[in-house]
């Protein structure tokens, strides 16, 4: 069965950081891009980065260049989110995906 488990979600400052993680299961993790996106309540849920199978190209939503940094790990099926200077309209549940396949979502919140 195809899964994906996030991680590393919780509560920061502004300007802190945070480094999600997700590990996948049960499908051939390196034959596919994977994606971050996050969904703020009442919103609809939006991109936040994606990363070619190989790792050798990302793209990022543009409120997120610059501070977030998307990365992937074939050897262990994992794909990671490193949030930087975070803002408070990055709170959302952020979830991993890959083709249909979407993880439960962990929360980020920022907040002073």
């Known amino acids: 069965q195809s899964q994906l488990v996030e991680s590393g979600g919780g509560m920061v400052q502004p300007g802190g950081s945070l480094r999600l993680s997700c590990a996948a299961s049960?499908?051939?993790?390196?034959?596919?891009?994977m994606s971050w996106y996050h969904q703020a309540p009442g919103k609809e849920r939006e991109l936040v980065a994606r990363?070619?199978?190989?790792?050798?190209?990302?793209q990022y939503a543009d409120s997120v260049k610059g501070r977030f940094t998307i990365s992937r790990d074939n050897a262990k099926n994992t794909v990671a989110l490193q949030m930087n200077s975070l803002k408070p309209e990055d709170a959302a549940v952020y979830y991993c995906?890959?083709?249909?396949?979407w993880g439960q979502g962990t929360q980020v919140t920022v907040s002073s």
């Open positions: 995906q890959s083709r249909k396949i």
């Open positions: 049960g499908f051939s993790f390196r034959r596919y891009a």
């Open positions: 990363i070619t199978s190989g790792g050798d190209s990302t």
